[in-house]
């Protein structure tokens, strides 16, 4: 196979224009070859000139004549290597495996439990996706909450209500990323994402993705049971025997995956109460700044709208005088702040986005890294603590509401009082506040740094009506569940998995540690 690397074009091209591309690069015929679009990535340094740069694979029954007359460096032999499952252990098991959580971890790791044989059964402490999306949407209507079933609680996990951004920073010798991106494609997931840089799905693209995947796992053997919570889990002579759901209900098991997400953290008591091994972790807070999308896409692009570029994102870091790094976190173009409360009585934002990215604004959450310096007294499940004291602050300040602030209020200490030109674009009742009191000091002055510095790179990124809304608390997981290198705890039969267990950050890097652990699993033990 024939890889060709560095292949420009304007961005308003049409298909058959990367065609000719491949042809005079190759000097060969348009009619004599067949290709694979690898990447797709956007040059936009030169804004009079942006361009779409191309990575493809061809196949041609000429490939080693060409490749002898070729002396473009852009052009080389590449050898494709597909995915390959491991083929299953020895070991028997007497029931199936279960795993807890049916985020992009878990889903994916049942996935490929199912395909090889397993009759994985999956336990959701919320609901489906289309009743948790109408009990989601009744709370940013009214309000009220429900704490087993909510914007972090149900069936695609966190990710189902974000961004929906598939692109991610882990290395992929095996080719779990390429084996991710072809599950969601086959799932109803648009073929582009399989090469373009800033993949991305959003919200209501993602609910059916999720749906037609737990009815593939069904298919394949695999079973779901939703609005069962695991409460406990049930050991004899160091080994798991049972797990136990909603404080009553035993299922017997050898076997089972945590792929918990990051806001599990009743169940993350449960598992250090019974002696899991866990350590803390790092993680980040702040607040998400809301811009007009228009006046991102004229920074970035250099015009207001682009139809073939879509709405413009950014990602901009900054390390502040105060020693600490401030910088933005899934940022959502054209997208919305939502209320991401899972539990009464604390309040926490994230950003989410619609697959069109159509809103007025663009978001982002503007972050600074807390480690386990920053709550040393309080142990393992210090960083939760942290967690919540910020969110308890937030829901107070809003009474449940979401507080906003303006930039240039919140660089003077005050509350604010009116909007400017900038109006919210949120999911769920906000108010105005004074956001900057909810913050540690440290944090809100690295924050104001941050957004002043950006305001630099990004024109009018410190515009005084720029709104700040908060907290943004939940950006990863707060522990660690320690695994040894064939993916268990120190309690045999017990797999973490996923961004809840702390080996993840985001859908597809959770997706893919989710296939690493059904293949720890298929290595050891015999399938039905």
């Known amino acids: 196979m024939i890889r060709i690397t560095q292949l420009k074009l304007p ?125 989601v949407d009744r709370f940013w209507k009214d309000g009220i909450l429900d704490p087993e079933s ?70 394949m053997g695999g079973a779901f049971r939703f609005e069962s919570k695991v409460t406990d889990l049930c050991m004899e002579n160091g080994r798991l025997c049972a797990v136990e759901i909603n404080d009553k209900e035993k299922i017997p098991a050898e076997i089972c995956v945590l792929a918990l997400g990051h806001s599990a953290r009743d169940t993350f008591s449960m598992l250090h109460r019974r002696g899991i091994f866990m350590q803390p972790k790092s993680f980040a807070v702040g607040l998400r700044i809301e811009h007009p999308q228009k006046m991102i896409n004229m920074d970035l692009y250099g015009e207001e709208e682009n139809e073939a570029l879509g709405a413009a994102s950014y990602k901009v870091t900054h390390t502040c005088e105060n020693g600490r790094g401030v910088y933005s976190f899934c940022m959502c173009p054209g997208g919305y702040v939502v209320n991401a409360s899972s539990e009464e009585g604390m309040l926490a934002v994230n950003g989410m986005s619609y697959q069109a990215r ?56 005050r509350k604010s009082t009116e909007f400017g030109e900038v109006v919210p674009q949120m999911k769920g009742a906000y108010v105005l506040a004074d956001v900057r009191s909810i913050l540690p000091k440290e944090i809100g002055d690295s924050i104001e740094e941050g957004v002043t510095a950006f305001g630099r790179k990004i024109k009018g990124f410190d515009r005084p009506d720029a709104l700040l809304s908060g907290i943004e608390s939940r950006t990863s997981s707060p522990v660690r569940i320690v695994r040894d290198r064939q993916g268990c705890a120190n309690i045999e039969g017990i797999y973490p998995c996923g961004e809840g267990a702390g080996y993840a950050g985001g859908i597809t890097s959770a997706a893919m540690d989710g296939i690493k652990t059904a293949e720890f699993i298929c290595e050891k033990f015999k399938n039905f």
Not at 110 to 128: S, T
């Open 358 to 413: 159509d809103s007025k604004n663009a978001n982002s959450a503007l972050i600074v890294t807390v480690s386990p310096e920053d709550f040393p007294e309080e142990g393992v499940l210090g960083g939760i603590a942290f967690q919540r004291n910020l969110e308890k602050a937030a829901w107070e300040f809003g009474k449940g509401r979401i507080p906003v602030q303006l930039f240039g209020d919140f660089k003077e200490h």
């Open 11 to 135: 961005v308003d091209h049409r298909q058959e224009q990367l065609r000719k591309k491949i042809a005079r690069t190759l000097r060969c015929g348009e009619d004599t070859f067949s290709y694979e679009i690898v990447r797709q990535s956007l040059d936009a340094r030169h804004k009079e000139d942006k361009k779409f740069v191309y990575t493809v694979d061809v196949s041609t029954p000429a490939e080693k004549k060409l490749l002898r007359k070729n002396r473009d460096k852009n052009v080389t032999f590449f050898e494709k290597k597909e995915y390959c499952f491991p083929k299953s252990g020895e070991e028997v098991l007497k029931n199936p495996p279960i795993v807890v959580g049916s985020g992009p971890a878990g889903l994916f790791c049942a996935w490929y439990l199912a395909r090889a044989g397993y009759r994985p059964l999956v336990l959701e402490r919320g609901q489906e996706a289309q009743k948790r999306k109408e009990t």
């Open 150 to 219: 909510n914007v972090q609680f149900g069936e695609g996990g966190a990710g189902t209500f974000s961004d929906g951004k598939l692109n991610t920073l882990v290395k992929d010798p095996n080719g779990r990323n390429h084996e991710v991106l072809k599950r969601f494609v086959e799932a109803g997931a648009p073929q582009e994402i399989v090469y373009q840089q800033k993949p991305h799905l959003g919200t209501d693209v993602l609910i059916g993705i999720v749906e037609t995947m737990r009815h593939q796992i069904e298919e």
